[in-house]
């Protein structure tokens, strides 16, 4: 049992490149829930200027998206669509990384930008990153629909697994 | 049904996710879509909840009620039910969630779960069969996010950020975690008064919410010997991760692994 769990928690490890995703492409959702950055007009509050999902937490934002059930989400689930992560730090340096979704279904995991201050750093990216890109890809096998974990604040939840889920699920 | 691949369009029922900042987290929703007519009066009324609940507001009920300057009749009706909520957990849990070192029962340590409980209940009183409602990091869901399908809630791994412990899956049920990972060491064994350590983080896994939450808190209090206690209380489960990695879980918990 427990070294399923392992392996589970091996082919989740690069979910840590999701964390700080925010939608990018204007219409992405096709629910007006998210917005490019910079447009944040709603984006003030308490709400982190530049997190996962800031238009999302904006407040004024959500009971008028809810109010609109004119406008499905399977419009844009219909087609191919990109979200564009924000920069990451990561154990291997900054990154960022670009998802193209078909519907729901992650089809193609794009590394943007990559550590590029020396040698060392490019040798671990060069082996590293398929290895990441393949663990983003395998958790779909994961088939989660939410993530249970110590009580996050909102800050906190930028950086949280459900953050990423929301995301992307939405 | 989040990031998961279905056979063909047709087959991929529609759903809604919505993510709320309140009550110093964030919640989030995933019902179905055609459903979204019945979010905007439970969003209105978890701020209602938090505005009404809050200790950081010094006018709330819960600040005047603790100040003396309101009698618990005077108080929004909830509150007398989230005490009674607090004064029976506290009970069974043997003291280990009274809630404050001086052992007043602290609304505000129940009160998230029970929420979210609510939350989930309005949206069935609205004729909504299929929802999952995550309330920083506590959920309560009922029905199936897919036909035939359990939901899936992953339980956050308190050692590796970003990573999963373990699978739990279910239908009409709730899950709670407690440990440190998020938010600093913050829970004390009343008992000893000292800072809980024997866990990194402990899941429980139950019918309802609100007790959930708070077994969840009282569990990582006790430690490891939560997992004797958790077998005995019936229909509720368990599952741990001690600070070196090793896990342990009740006989009946619900692991998809």
């Known amino acids: 049992m427990r070294r399923a769990i392992l392996a589970l928690s091996s082919t989740l490890a690069g979910l840590v490149l999701l964390l700080s995703f925010k939608t990018h492409t204007p219409g992405v959702t096709g629910t007006g829930t998210t917005s490019a950055p910079g447009s944040g007009g709603t984006s003030t509050g308490s709400g982190p200027a530049t997190g996962a999902g800031s238009a999302d937490m904006a407040g004024g934002g959500h009971v008028g998206h809810s109010a609109r059930p004119s406008r499905p989400r399977h419009r844009a689930r219909a087609g191919t669509r990109t979200v564009t992560g924000t920069v990451a730090s990561t154990t291997y340096g900054p990154m960022q990384v670009q998802l193209t979704l078909a519907g729901q279904t992650i089809t193609k995991v794009s590394v943007l930008q990559r550590t590029d201050d020396g040698a060392e750093s490019n040798q671990i990216d060069s082996s590293a990153i398929p290895k990441l890109i393949g663990e983003t890809l395998a958790v779909q096998s994961a088939h989660i629909n939410a993530v249970s974990g110590a009580s996050y604040t909102s800050a906190g939840y930028r950086k949280s697994l459900q953050s990423a889920l929301d995301q992307a699920g939405a | ?257």
């Open chain 2, 1 to 257: 049904m989040t990031m998961t691949a279905r056979g063909g369009t047709t087959a991929l029922a529609e759903r809604l996710r919505h993510a709320e900042p309140v009550m110093g987290t964030v919640v989030s929703f995933d019902i179905p879509a055609a459903a979204a007519a019945a979010l905007p009066p439970v969003l209105r009324w978890l701020h209602w909840v938090d505005a009404t609940f809050s200790t950081y507001r010094d006018h709330s009920d819960v600040s005047r009620f603790g100040r003396g300057e309101l009698s618990l009749a005077e108080c929004a009706p909830e509150l007398a039910e989230v005490l009674g909520e607090c004064a029976v957990v506290r009970d069974i849990t043997g003291g280990y969630f009274t809630t404050s070192p001086g052992g007043r029962l602290d609304p505000p340590g129940l009160v998230k779960g029970w929420s979210i409980e609510r939350a989930g209940r309005m949206l069935a009183g609205a004729g909504v069969t299929s929802y999952c409602v995550n309330g920083g990091g506590d959920l309560q869901c009922a029905g199936e996010p897919a036909p035939g399908e359990p939901w899936r809630i992953g339980i956050a791994s308190p050692l590796h950020p970003g990573r999963l412990a373990t699978v739990v899956t279910g239908r009409d049920f709730a899950v709670a975690t407690s440990g440190n990972a998020e938010r600093g060491v913050h829970v004390v064994n009343p008992h000893t008064g000292q800072f809980a350590a024997d866990l990194a983080s402990v899941t429980i896994t139950g019918p309802r919410l609100t007790t959930a939450d708070a077994y969840a808190t009282a569990a990582f209090a006790m430690g490891d010997v939560a997992r004797g206690w958790a077998e005995r209380v019936p229909g509720y489960e368990a599952f741990a991760v001690s600070p070196d990695g090793r896990t342990w879980q009740t006989s009946g918990f619900p692991a998809a692994l």
